[in-house]
């Protein structure tokens, strides 16, 4: 998927509340850090550890304006409600995934612009967007 979504010109940004440098360490280890242009998460500190924070954190790193224009061109992709929460609260859409830690249940409660059931769904539905 992600090697599918590079080719298609896509900018894929990581925005974790899992410590950064974790979140870096853990995504070298499993050879797919090279896919991401940018790699963000909490910091140690404890002050940006909420996903609204770590999105606007992402997107001020990589220069892109938390406008109406860019935003609408950006997708979170989460599994949990705070994900979604998240994106809501930095204006962006948000594809809730059942196949990681969130459920059914949980996507349909905090409401979700889309949500996949399987990574090829995922795939194709970015692909499409």
């Avoid at 860019?70 to 196949?99: N, P, S």
């Avoid at 990681?100 to 996507?107: C, F, L, S, T």
Wanted: glycine share 10%; aromatic share 6%.
């Amino acid at each position: 998927m992600l090697e599918a979504l590079k080719e298609a010109g896509r900018v894929l940004l990581v925005a974790t509340s899992k410590p950064e440098e974790f979140a870096r360490k853990i995504l070298e280890h499993f050879d797919m850090a090279d896919y991401f242009d940018f790699i963000g998460g909490a910091d140690m500190g404890e002050t940006r550890v909420r996903k609204g924070d770590v999105i606007r954190y992402v997107l001020e790193q990589c220069g892109l304006e938390p406008d109406h224009e860019t935003i609408g061109r950006c997708v979170m992709v989460g599994d949990r409600e705070h994900d979604v929460l998240g994106a809501r609260e930095c204006a962006m859409e948000c594809v809730g995934v059942l196949y990681e830690y969130g459920d059914r249940r949980e996507m349909d409660g905090c409401r979700p612009a889309w949500i996949a059931g399987t990574v090829k769904e995922l795939r194709d539905l970015l692909l499409s967007l």
